[in-house]
């Protein structure tokens, strides 16, 4: 079992920047694979980025590279999304998400764990 406990969202201006923190805990927590979506009202939760558990393969979706960047601790228990540039359409609840394998990391389906979720709001 892992627990993921998100943090960091918040309310900013178009422009601005945030860093979110997801912290793992709970048996092997180190060795999963880790992955950041995000759902808007009304829309489905989407991927938006995952970084294997050595933190050597990260993927991105289209509409955060270069703006959007995943990375680990060295102990691999804390993942961060730094977020610059933000959006009013980046404006979600974001969650992070565990998996025990490297197939398909932006499939929802992949994934057994996730954390409750934080809110993003990005105003313009």
């Known amino acids: 079992q892992v627990q993921l406990v998100e943090s960091g969202g918040g309310l900013v201006q178009a422009g601005d920047s945030l860093r979110l923190s997801c912290a793992a805990s709970?048996?092997?927590?180190?060795?999963?694979?880790m992955g950041w979506f995000r759902q808007a009202p009304g829309k489905e939760r989407e991927f938006v980025a995952a970084i294997s558990w050595s933190g050597s393969t990260i993927r991105y979706t289209d509409s955060v590279k270069g703006r959007f960047t995943i990375f680990r601790h060295s102990t691999r228990n804390t993942v961060w999304l730094q977020m610059n540039a933000l959006q009013p359409q980046d404006t979600a609840v974001y969650y992070c998400?565990?998996?025990?394998?490297?197939?398909?990391?932006?499939?929802?389906?992949?994934?057994?764990?996730w954390g409750q979720g934080t809110q993003v709001t990005v105003s313009s």
């Open positions: 709970g048996r092997a927590s180190n060795n999963y694979h």
């Open positions: 998400a565990a998996s025990s394998r490297w197939y398909r990391p932006e499939l929802r389906s992949e994934y057994a764990y």
